[in-house]
C-alpha cells in the first residue's frame, strides 16, 4: 500500500487563498463565490460547483482574469474531490488560461493527469510549474512520485533529493525518497530517509510502516513488528501494516499471533473496496443519512468505533427517526462498554420502532452486564423473544436473565428452547 500524497501544501486542494487576488465582483457573482468556498468547506462538492457555475453566469463581461481564474481552480477542485477528474482537468486548463503564471494551477494540474494515470502529461504540467517562480519543492516532489509509479526509480531519487533541497524538513519527500531506495534494494539509504522522515512527523504512517518494511528485508523481526505496531497504534484498521505483521509473525513462527492477524486482515481486506465506495457516496450525495449509516457499520465492522459512532451521529443529526442508526449507535458504544450510553441509543431505536427485537436484546444484556434493572433486562428479554421466537440468541438472553434473577426452572426452558432452535437450525 503506498501512503505517498501528491502534493499542494500550501494550500489545500480545496480552497486556494484569495488574498492576494483584487476581487472586482458584481454583488450576486461574489454572493455565487462566497457559497460555493463555503459548500467546498463543508464537503458539499455538487452545491459548490452549481455555486460556481452561478458565480461565472453572474460575472461581469470585464471581470478580472485573476478573479476568473480563481473561480475555475474551485471548481476544478469540487471536481477533484468526487474524483471525477476529466471534468476537473478541463476546468484547471480554464483556470490556466486565465492565468498562465500560477505555479499552483500547473501543479494542481499534474496532480489530476496522475490520478488519470496520464503521467506524461502529469509530468509536462509539473514542469511548467517548475518554470514559474516562486521556486517551490511541490513538482519535484510530484514529479518522483510519477517516476514511483513508472517504475523509473533512479530519477524518483534525483526528484526527492531536489524537492529535500528546497525544503529539507518536509517528511513526505524523504519519505518518498525513501521509498525509491526501497525499490532498488537499497535497504540501507532507505531505512536513513525512514528514519529522517518520522523524525520530522512521528506519526506519518506511511514512514513507520516503510520503516518495519526494511526492518523485516533485514530480518530484525522485532524491530519491524515495534514499527507494525506503532502503525497499528496510529491507525487501527490499517491494512497493510495488519498484512506486514502477520507476515513477520508466519516468519518467527508464531502461529497463534500470525493466524489471528490474518483474520482481521482478511475483514480489512474485504471491506476496503467497500469503504472507498461508501466514501465516495456521502461525497457525492452529502445529505443522505443512510450513507453515513453505512459508512458507521463498516467501521465498526474495521473495529473503529471511534469513526463509527461520528458516522452514526450524523447520520441521525440528518434524519432523527432513522431507528436502524439509533441501534448502531447503540452498538458501537456497546463494544465500547458505554454502557448507559448503548441503553440510550437502543431505547431511542426502540421509540421508534418497537418491534426492533434486536435492540430489545442488547438492552437486556446491557441491564445484565450492569447486574442491576434485571426486572428491565427480564422484560427487554421477553419482548425480544415473542417478537423473533426463532431467534436463538435472544433464548440465550432470557436463559442467562432468569438465571441472575434466580429462576432457575425457566432459565433451563429457555436454555432448552435455544438448544431445540440451533438443532433445529443444522438440519
Same mark, same amino acid.
Given at each position: 500500500?503506498?501512503?505517498?500524497?501528491?502534493?499542494?501544501?500550501?494550500?489545500?486542494?480545496?480552497?486556494?487563498?484569495?488574498?492576494?487576488?483584487?476581487?472586482?465582483?458584481?454583488d450576486?457573482?461574489?454572493?455565487?463565490y462566497?457559497?460555493?468556498?463555503?459548500?467546498?468547506?463543508?464537503?458539499?462538492?455538487s452545491?459548490?460547483?452549481?455555486?460556481?457555475?452561478?458565480?461565472?453566469?453572474?460575472?461581469?463581461?470585464?471581470?478580472?482574469?485573476?478573479?476568473?481564474?480563481?473561480?475555475?481552480?474551485?471548481?476544478?477542485?469540487?471536481y477533484?474531490?468526487?474524483?471525477?477528474?476529466?471534468?476537473?482537468?478541463?476546468?484547471?486548463?480554464?483556470? #490556466?488560461?486565465?492565468?498562465?503564471?500560477? +505555479?499552483?494551477?500547473?501543479?494542481? =494540474?499534474?496532480? &489530476? $493527469?496522475?490520478? *488519470?494515470? /496520464?503521467?506524461?502529461?502529469?509530468?509536462?504540467?509539473?514542469?511548467?510549474?517548475?518554470?514559474?517562480?516562486?521556486?517551490?519543492a511541490?513538482?519535484?516532489?510530484?514529479?518522483?512520485?510519477?517516476?514511483?509509479?513508472?517504475?523509473?526509480?533512479?530519477?524518483a531519487v534525483?526528484?526527492?533529493k531536489?524537492?529535500?533541497?528546497?525544503?529539507?524538513?518536509?517528511?513526505?519527500?524523504?519519505?518518498?525518497?525513501?521509498?525509491?531506495?526501497?525499490?532498488?534494494?537499497?535497504?540501507?539509504?532507505?531505512?536513513?530517509?525512514?528514519?529522517?522522515?518520522?523524525?520530522?512527523?512521528?506519526?506519518?504512517?506511511?514512514?513507520?510502516?516503510?520503516?518495519?518494511?526494511?526492518?523485516?528485508?533485514?530480518?530484525r523481526?522485532?524491530?519491524?513488528?515495534t514499527?507494525?505496531?506503532?502503525? #497499528?497504534?496510529?491507525?487501527?484498521?490499517? +491494512?497493510?501494516?495488519?498484512?506486514? =505483521?502477520?507476515? &513477520? $509473525?508466519?516468519k *518467527?513462527? /508464531?502461529?497463534?499471533?500470525?493466524?489471528?492477524?490474518?483474520?482481521?486482515?482478511?475483514?480489512?481486506?474485504?471491506?476496503?473496496?467497500?469503504l472507498?465506495?461508501?466514501?465516495?457516496?456521502?461525497?457525492?450525495?452529502?445529505?443522505?443519512?443512510?450513507?453515513?449509516?453505512?459508512?458507521?457499520?463498516?467501521?465498526?465492522?474495521?473495529?473503529?468505533?471511534?469513526?463509527?459512532?461520528?458516522?452514526y451521529?450524523?447520520?441521525?443529526?440528518l434524519?432523527?427517526?432513522?431507528?436502524?442508526?439509533?441501534?448502531?449507535?447503540?452498538?458501537?458504544y456497546?463494544?465500547?462498554?458505554n454502557?448507559?450510553?448503548?441503553?440510550?441509543?437502543?431505547?431511542?431505536?426502540?421509540?421508534?420502532?418497537?418491534?426492533?427485537?434486536?435492540?430489545?436484546?442488547?438492552?437486556?444484556?446491557?441491564?445484565?452486564?450492569?447486574?442491576?434493572?434485571?426486572?428491565?433486562?427480564?422484560?427487554?428479554?421477553?419482548?425480544?423473544t415473542?417478537?423473533?421466537?426463532?431467534?436463538?440468541?435472544?433464548?440465550?438472553?432470557?436463559?442467562?436473565?432468569?438465571?441472575?434473577?434466580?429462576?432457575?426452572?425457566?432459565?433451563?426452558?429457555?436454555?432448552?428452547?435455544?438448544?431445540?432452535?440451533?438443532?433445529?437450525?443444522?438440519?
Amino acid at each position: 500500500m503506498n501512503y505517498l500524497c501528491l502534493s499542494l501544501r500550501y494550500l489545500t486542494i480545496l480552497i486556494l487563498c484569495s488574498a492576494l487576488v483584487n476581487f472586482a465582483l458584481a454583488d450576486r457573482a461574489g454572493e455565487h463565490y462566497q457559497r460555493g468556498i463555503k459548500n467546498l468547506e463543508e464537503g458539499q462538492y455538487s452545491k459548490a460547483l452549481k455555486a460556481f457555475d452561478e458565480t461565472i453566469r453572474s460575472a461581469k463581461a470585464d471581470a478580472e482574469a485573476n478573479w476568473l481564474a480563481e473561480v475555475h481552480y474551485q471548481k476544478a477542485s469540487a471536481y477533484y474531490a468526487l474524483e471525477e477528474f476529466e471534468k476537473a482537468v478541463l476546468e484547471y486548463k480554464e483556470a #490556466i488560461a486565465h492565468n498562465p503564471n500560477s +505555479t499552483v494551477f500547473y501543479n494542481a =494540474l499534474g496532480i &489530476t $493527469y496522475s490520478e *488519470l494515470k /496520464q503521467y506524461n502529461a502529469a509530468l509536462d504540467a509539473y514542469k511548467k510549474a517548475l518554470a514559474l517562480p516562486p521556486k517551490k519543492a511541490e513538482p519535484h516532489y510530484n514529479i518522483g512520485l510519477v517516476y514511483l509509479k513508472q517504475g523509473t526509480f533512479p530519477p524518483a531519487v534525483d526528484a526527492f533529493k531536489q524537492a529535500i533541497a528546497i525544503d529539507a524538513k518536509w517528511a513526505e519527500a524523504h519519505y518518498g525518497l525513501a521509498e525509491a531506495y526501497l525499490k532498488q534494494g537499497l535497504f540501507s539509504e532507505a531505512e536513513k530517509s525512514y528514519a529522517k522522515a518520522v523524525r520530522l512527523n512521528p506519526s506519518g504512517i506511511g514512514a513507520i510502516l516503510g520503516l518495519g518494511q526494511v526492518y523485516a528485508k533485514q530480518t530484525r523481526y522485532d524491530d519491524a513488528i515495534t514499527q507494525f505496531q506503532k502503525v #497499528i497504534e496510529i491507525q487501527s484498521d490499517n +491494512t497493510e501494516a495488519h498484512y506486514q =505483521l502477520a507476515q &513477520t $509473525y508466519i516468519k *518467527l513462527g /508464531q502461529k497463534e499471533k500470525a493466524a489471528s492477524t490474518m483474520a482481521f486482515f482478511k475483514i480489512l481486506r474485504h471491506t476496503d473496496p467497500l469503504l472507498q465506495k461508501a466514501q465516495k457516496w456521502v461525497k457525492i450525495h452529502p445529505d443522505d443519512p443512510k450513507g453515513y449509516n453505512n459508512l458507521g457499520i463498516l467501521y465498526l465492522t474495521r473495529k473503529r468505533s471511534d469513526k463509527a459512532i461520528e458516522y452514526y451521529k450524523r447520520a441521525i443529526s440528518l434524519s432523527p427517526s432513522l431507528a436502524a442508526a439509533h441501534y448502531n449507535l447503540g452498538l458501537a458504544y456497546h463494544k465500547q462498554e458505554n454502557i448507559e450510553l448503548a441503553i440510550d441509543a437502543y431505547q431511542k431505536a426502540i421509540f421508534i420502532d418497537a418491534t426492533l427485537a434486536i435492540a430489545h436484546n442488547n438492552i437486556a444484556v446491557c441491564y445484565t452486564e450492569l447486574r442491576g434493572n434485571l426486572d428491565k433486562a427480564l422484560s427487554h428479554a421477553q419482548t425480544a423473544t415473542e417478537l423473533a421466537p426463532t431467534e436463538a440468541n435472544y433464548w440465550d438472553t432470557l436463559a442467562t436473565v432468569y438465571t441472575h434473577i434466580g429462576l432457575e426452572s425457566k432459565a433451563k426452558q429457555a436454555r432448552q428452547k435455544q438448544v431445540s432452535l440451533l438443532t433445529t437450525s443444522k438440519k
